[in-house]
């Protein structure tokens, strides 16, 4: 047994999350969202506004690029949108 056949399913979650940019965005969001929300309960919104935004800018970056590479390394594409001919 291969430690990489014990850790398969620790992955599922992961290549569902990333199948859909749209369920990436909004975990990227709820992250980010929690640093804020974190950020204003220990030290005020004006905290957040003038001194700690780059961190929630940081960790968004971060998080953008971590789901790229992740795709990337686990071979996940995105399906191209089709758009529909209308009335």
């Known amino acids: 047994m291969r430690a990489r056949d014990l850790a398969r399913p620790a992955w599922r979650p992961i290549d569902w999350l990333l199948r859909v940019q749209s369920r990436t965005n909004t975990f990227i969001t ?4 929690a640093q804020a929300i974190y950020i204003v309960d220990d030290g005020g919104l004006a905290a ?4 700690v935004w ?19 390394l686990r071979g996940i594409e ?3 949108r089709q758009e529909s001919d209308g009335p």
């Open 30 to 33: 709820a992250v980010v969202g």
């Open 48 to 51: 957040l506004v003038t001194e």
């Open 54 to 72: 780059e961190p929630c800018g940081g960790a968004t970056i971060a998080l953008y690029a971590l789901s790229h590479w992740l795709r990337r």
């Open 78 to 80: 995105l399906a191209e």
